[in-house]
């Protein structure tokens, strides 16, 4: 049989007649909700039930429970028994076995993971992000919506819908700009504080010789950004805009220097007012002995796109910052284009790029872009999100490298994993720069001693902290989703069960969550590694920021806290 959870809950015996699943009791159906985001896992009857009743449990809940499973087997498998009943008793709990019956969500699962085994430019890719996205048009369990249980699964199947729409609206770019443009306006439906969608929109209405339409595009970003989250939109889609100006009013544009010039001072006005610390990291690339190809890596919010921005300031007028995350078909050299024109290159350099766009830069182009670098003075060619650039531009950036002695080549990324398997892991480098959180001595100057403990040094929660919870919080969640999209479900569990009970050794994390010690020990790794927990001189791990702690615990229901205390009471 299959049971589909995504969009209305329907179910369908082994003949495909439908099953009776929508006449369920409300109950029922919830209780069947809550196996199948948690498919293939035993779920304690407590911690069921605690799902479904939250703080309003009824007097006898196990039985009620019981009551309901019961309703299920006997509504869709009228003729099963415990031997063929996809709701599964075990260790005094339940599962919903996906051996036993199809289940929709947990097919889209392995559709996620089976990216990672699929080469990042072939066509099998785009035939697998298009089986995700059919599977992904519909969230799971809308009758649901902010149930505390719902809610992971349907941001799970929120980011897989989003991400499989703009890996498909960047393979459309060259071929179809027009369909490039539909995908990435539905990604920004469903993720509307996503500036990728934005980007991946604006430059298909590029293609299109529709500068206006980009404009409007980002005028939406902004808007959105500021009325919802109290923020402007990041440096690199700025640029883009600026870009797309450029191009429309070219014929009365003011020169390219003294554009270039005018782009440097108002980065420069920002990232004074704005940037703090990495002075060690500074030294390094303008020091005397500063290596030529130097990788940036650091989770999301950690500051990377204002560290391109303070190297600029730092040396006006030879710093030029491209971005990798835009470049793709018809933009493939969209990065190396952004920097020259930082970097003051004429307009015969720019039509060599422009030239290249679909195929690979010839040695002839190639010596003329090198030109731009011959200054007495070093320059810097750096790449903001490069994880992304596809072979022929990694190929030609490493020939600028060879060429050119005076220039340094920066990349940032989020970390140095996202590299395997794909062409920018032949950059190899002797020196990564981490950007790790910002120490309370870098925050001192803001003047505020609780700035530390409220961000945890994060970057990008330092302009958020001190506003409205919703807004903060907001912000906060991103951020904590962001950095551990690529962790097992198990993070979410420890920094949710930190956020709930303060700090926790793996001896009371243990039972709280069902997991070995080496495994929640790979996890706190990972978790301290994306600097949300920090650790504490016995082991015990809590949250860095208390922006994002109280961010989580206040997605906590009452009725699920309590539960937590009393296991962790009943493990003390």
């Given at each position: 049989?299959?049971?589909?959870?995504?969009?209305?809950?329907?179910?369908?015996?082994?003949?495909?007649?439908?099953?009776?699943?929508?006449?369920?009791?409300?109950?029922?159906?919830?209780?069947?909700?809550?196996?199948?985001?948690?498919?293939?896992?035993?779920?304690?009857?407590?911690?069921?039930?605690?799902?479904?009743?939250?703080?309003?449990?009824?007097?006898?809940?196990?039985?009620?429970?019981?009551?309901?499973?019961?309703?299920?087997?006997?509504?869709?498998?009228?003729?099963?028994?415990?031997?063929?009943?996809?709701?599964?008793?075990?260790?005094?709990?339940?599962?919903?076995?996906?051996?036993?019956?199809?289940?929709?969500?947990?097919?889209?699962?392995?559709?996620?993971?089976?990216?990672?085994?699929?080469?990042?430019?072939?066509?099998?890719?785009?035939?697998?992000?298009?089986?995700?996205?059919?599977?992904?048009?519909?969230?799971?369990?809308?009758?649901?919506?902010?149930?505390?249980?719902?809610?992971?699964?349907?941001?799970?199947?929120?980011?897989?819908?989003?991400?499989?729409?703009?890996?498909?609206?960047?393979?459309?770019?060259?071929?179809?700009?027009?369909?490039?443009?539909?995908?990435?306006?539905?990604?920004?439906?469903?993720?509307?504080?996503?500036?990728?969608?934005?980007?991946?929109?604006?430059?298909?209405?590029?293609a299109m010789d529709r500068p206006d339409e980009a404009l409007r595009i980002f005028d939406r970003c902004r808007r959105v950004l500021d009325e919802e989250l109290g923020v402007a939109p990041s440096g690199g889609l700025v640029r883009l805009q600026r870009e797309v100006m450029a191009g429309r009013h070219a014929v009365a544009a003011v020169a390219e220097p003294e554009r270039v010039a005018a782009l440097g001072v108002a980065r420069a006005a920002v990232s004074q007012d704005r940037f703090l610390g990495r002075t060690t990291h500074l030294g390094i690339l303008f020091g005397p002995d500063a290596p030529p190809l130097v990788h940036v890596v650091g989770p999301a919010g950690s500051g990377k796109s204002a560290f391109l921005a303070e190297i600029a300031r730092h040396a006006p007028g030879r710093v030029g910052i491209g971005h990798g995350g835009s470049s793709a078909g018809v933009l493939r050299l969209a990065w190396l284009r952004r920097a020259l024109i930082e970097l003051g290159a004429g307009p015969d350099v720019l039509a060599v790029v422009d030239a290249g766009s679909d195929r690979p830069l010839r040695g002839d182009e190639l010596e003329l872009i090198a030109a731009v670098f011959a200054e007495p003075e070093p320059s810097f060619l750096a790449v903001d999100d490069a994880a992304d650039l596809d072979s022929a531009s990694v190929t030609e950036l490493a020939w600028l490298g060879r060429r050119c002695p005076g220039l340094r080549i920066v990349l940032t990324y989020c970390y140095p994993s996202q590299l395997v398997g794909r062409p920018m892991a032949s950059l190899n480098t002797p020196l990564v720069l981490r950007l790790g959180p910002l120490t309370a001595a870098e925050l001192a100057p803001l003047g505020d001693d609780t700035l530390a403990e409220r961000s945890g040094g994060i970057p990008a929660l330092l302009a958020v902290a001190s506003r409205p919870p919703e807004i903060a919080h907001a912000v906060a969640m991103q951020i904590a989703r962001e950095r551990t999209r690529w962790m097992p479900d198990l993070a979410w569990e420890v920094l949710r069960s930190c956020a709930v009970l303060g700090p926790l050794g793996t001896a009371e994390l243990a039972p709280l969550t069902g997991r070995s010690v080496p495994e929640l020990l790979t996890c706190i790794d990972s978790l301290v590694h994306a600097h949300l927990l920090s650790e504490g001189q016995v082991g015990e791990v809590r949250h860095r920021s208390s922006v994002i702690r109280d961010a989580i615990a206040e997605q906590v229901s009452h009725a699920s806290s309590a539960h937590l205390r009393n296991q962790l009471a009943a493990a003390s």
């Open positions: 049989m299959r049971v589909c959870v995504l969009g209305q809950l329907t179910a369908t015996d082994g003949d495909g007649v439908v099953l009776p699943a929508g006449e369920l009791p409300r109950r029922a159906r919830q209780v069947l909700g809550v196996l199948a985001a948690r498919h293939d896992r035993i779920q304690s009857k407590d911690a069921l039930a605690d799902a479904v009743w939250g703080a309003k449990l009824p007097g006898n809940h196990v039985a009620a429970l019981e009551h309901y499973v019961s309703v299920i087997r006997r509504r869709l498998q009228p003729a099963g028994n415990a031997s063929s009943w996809f709701i599964v008793t075990r260790s005094g709990g339940y599962l919903f076995d996906t051996s036993r019956a199809e289940l929709d969500l947990a097919e889209l699962r392995a559709g996620i993971r089976g990216l990672d085994a699929l080469a990042p430019d072939g066509s099998e890719r785009l035939v697998a992000h298009a089986g995700i996205l059919t599977l992904a048009r519909q969230l799971p369990f809308p009758e649901d919506p902010y149930a505390d249980w719902a809610e992971a699964a349907r941001a799970e199947v929120q980011f897989a819908a989003v991400n499989s729409l703009l890996e498909l609206a960047r393979a459309a770019l060259p071929s179809d700009p027009a369909r490039s443009l539909r995908l990435a306006l539905d990604a920004i439906e469903l993720s509307p504080y996503l500036e990728s969608g934005y980007e991946a929109a604006m430059a298909a209405a590029v």
